[in-house]
């Protein structure tokens, strides 16, 4: 199909469609002509993926950029696939330039705990930092949650994660074995970035009901 | 003290603390002459609590200026400074403009789910729209959980939100009865922010593990 077509079938205008083509988001058509290429369902479906990235994930093009060159390089292992997806999105934090005793202390704690769980974590998975930066802060300000407590969020989200990462396996079957390593990693790319919303979303909601519970009269207000 | 000496107890610059004092997230200081101003623990305190959301948090300082609203308007009630925190962090969602059968069957799931829980939430909590959003792309990319793992997902998240909103309550206590207020409000909206942070880093940690698990050789890589 010519662009015109593949933007109004998407819904993305011409212009966003060059800039993605420009960014390299989306891999150019199959030149016909000078200044004429051929698109298909491929682009369409990239297209797909990258507005839902950008509309529902709230994730820069940048970041959109390295996840989409580990999809399509097909010497990345699934493994290391799913790692460049969530090693590419933020929150982000960097640790002080010169040496904290409490972030010292936050740093062994979130080993200790990986280690005690038993779990396989790459040493510079940014997820440690942030785990770490949260500790540090919420130390300060007294309202950290006891070691304990850590350990239970940990279980508690342990099955979550094993279940997403199962159902990511469970979509690319279902896409069928043609189209298998792109389905797997779209359904993985999406699932990686949305549930992570669901999440947040649901614990607000949690939230708000204990809230409600504890500090409202019991009529509670709605 | 005065500005200078209250910059270099925080290690905030004199600039950065000019910019919080004109955007309102700072309170004046006591006026003792024509240019000067007398600051206390509480100014070194809302320091603190502001670089801590800024660096740690990733707040923006729109959201910090509406957080600290509700923190100092002592005629709100705690159920609502904590909503008001809550509801001022992102990531949010703004449902389509037209109408959308996807985002009506998400918005449906979401309330039947929300009472099937018996939960207490505002019907404009924005967790609601981000919760329906993320299914609407989820179900797209057929990456979706099913409505048994959304409530496993509910369930599994509900105990850790009433610890945190107790654990929150505890560090108000800890803190003695003259600042009450003050001390419980920190401690939720630092809380809040990071508590979910945890949340998200944990996951993210589970999900590598889990990962590692079901797509790389027993021997793994580390």
Known sequence: MLMSELSRRSGVPVATIKYYLREGLLPSGAPTAATRADYDETHLRRLRLIRTLIETGGVPVAAIRRILSAVDDTSVSQHEMLGTVQYSLGPRLAPPESADPDWGAARAEVE????????????????????AGALVALRRFDAAPLDAGLRAYAEALAPLAAEEVASIE????????????????????????????????????AQEDA???????PAGRR
Chains 1, 2 share one sequence.
């Open 211 to 217: 809230s409600a519970r504890r500090f409202n009269q």
């Open 112 to 131: 200790g705990l990986i280690s005690d769980l038993g779990w396989t974590v790459n040493e510079n998975a940014p997820a440690r930092t942030l785990l």
């Open 170 to 205: 469970v979509a690319a079957a279902n896409a069928g074995a043609s189209e298998d390593r792109a389905a797997l990693s779209e359904a993985a790319v999406v699932g990686i970035v949305l549930f992570e919303r669901v999440l947040i979303a649901l614990r607000r909601m």
